[in-house]
């Protein structure tokens, strides 16, 4: 199993990217996906979940700016990430496990590399 995750940069707030993590080897349409993040000296958050069935669900801090779609023919989940913050400035990960642990943030499956968002003030 494979989690390619892509799409970061460097942007100025108020700007936008999409992230995208295209997933191989396993049953795609059958997983719930998330998005993580995780910066220097802080544990791996929450961003964005959506089901396999296409309900999503949201930080708080990303309520409103952030949204998580999904193809099932392209086995890949996105992130679009719009009127971006300095503090959304991290490492993204995309992830699939089903939704409860993906909430918890536990024993999650599988995880992808890792791609690096960085806003500037």
Known sequence: VQ??????????????????CVATGLTFSSYDMGWFRQTPGKQRELVAVI????STNYADSVKGRFTIS?????????LQMNSLKPEDT????????????????????YWGQGTLVTVSS
């Open 90 to 109: 991290a490492v993204y990960y995309c992830a699939a496990d089903y939704w409860a642990n993906l909430v918890r943030g536990a024993s999650i499956g």
């Open 3 to 20: 989690l390619q995750a892509s799409g970061g940069g460097l942007v100025q707030a108020g700007g936008f990217l999409r992230l995208s």
């Open 70 to 78: 999904r193809d099932n023919a392209k086995n890949t989940v996105y």
């Open 51 to 54: 089901t396999s069935g296409g």
